[in-house]
């Protein structure tokens, strides 16, 4: 089942504005990572915030980390044209088959379109 | 430049047709993974190899082998498949898997369509 859900499905800002965006999860986790992928490519990873982490920076990007309410959020201040994109949350769960490591699970993404 | 390159990035096959994804990582990564995305789905792993050694398989279907033959190289055998698995399969790496948590490098992907 899907471990990491994005609010809401789909932003629309105009250019300067800032974004958020949330994403939930259920079980408790050791890590949440943040990544952007542009229309036809790959995901692009944007940051990582580490389960004893409140909050993290980087440029323009603030992400908060909730684990009480197993939650997190994105915050693209200051958005650009090219901030267009989707972007997902990704949580760490064991593998199913062997117990050593963890692999990532992915929402479903919040789509944003920033208009000039 | 991601350091992850798939090939080819778009293919148009029929059901009865065998063909190969092909991913390729210079970034020394340990591990490699096949995802499959489909319009209106979140990010579906499937495979996952570590040091060549496959770790996880996510209940994926047997018309989907991969194969790994060294650290680098990451291949996904297509064979009779079905129009629902028209998807983009996105081949990414990570410099291992334990739980101290690392960034994946994704390619750009290959778009299957099944005709």
């Known amino acids: 089942s899907q471990q990491g859900e994005e609010d809401p499905q789909a932003l629309s800002i105009q250019e300067g504005e800032n974004a958020t965006m949330n994403c939930s999860y259920k079980?408790?986790?050791?890590?949440l990572q943040w990544y952007r992928q542009n229309s036809g490519r790959g995901l692009v990873h944007l940051i990582l915030?580490?389960?004893?982490?409140r909050e993290k920076h980087s440029g323009r990007l603030r992400v908060t980390l909730d684990t009480s309410k197993k939650s997190s959020s994105l915050l693209i201040t200051a958005s650009r044209a090219a901030d267009t994109a989707s972007y997902f949350c990704?949580?760490?769960?064991?593998?199913?088959?062997?117990?050593?490591?963890?692999?990532?699970?992915f929402g479903g993404g919040t789509r944003v379109l920033v208009k000039p | 430049e991601t350091g992850v390159t798939q090939t080819p990035r778009h293919l148009v096959m029929g059901m009865t047709n065998k063909k190969s994804l092909k991913c390729e990582q210079h970034?020394?990564?340990?591990?490699m993974y096949w995802y499959k995305q489909s319009a209106k789905k979140p990010l579906e792993l499937m495979f996952v190899?570590?040091?060549?050694?496959?770790?996880e398989n996510n209940s994926v279907p047997s018309r989907f082998s991969p194969e790994c033959p060294n650290s680098s190289h990451l291949f996904l055998h297509l064979h009779t498949l079905q129009p629902e698995d028209s998807a983009l399969y996105l081949c990414?790496?990570?410099?291992?898997?334990?739980?101290?948590?690392?960034?994946?490098?994704f390619g750009d992907g290959t778009r299957l369509s099944i005709l």
């Open positions: 970034l020394g990564h340990n591990a």
């Open positions: 079980t408790s986790i050791n890590n």
């Open positions: 990704a949580t760490d769960v064991p593998f199913s088959i062997k117990a050593a490591g963890n692999k990532l699970t």
């Open positions: 190899y570590n040091f060549k050694e496959q770790t």
């Open positions: 990414a790496s990570s410099q291992d898997w334990d739980d101290t948590g690392w960034p994946q490098h």
């Open positions: 915030i580490r389960s004893n982490e």
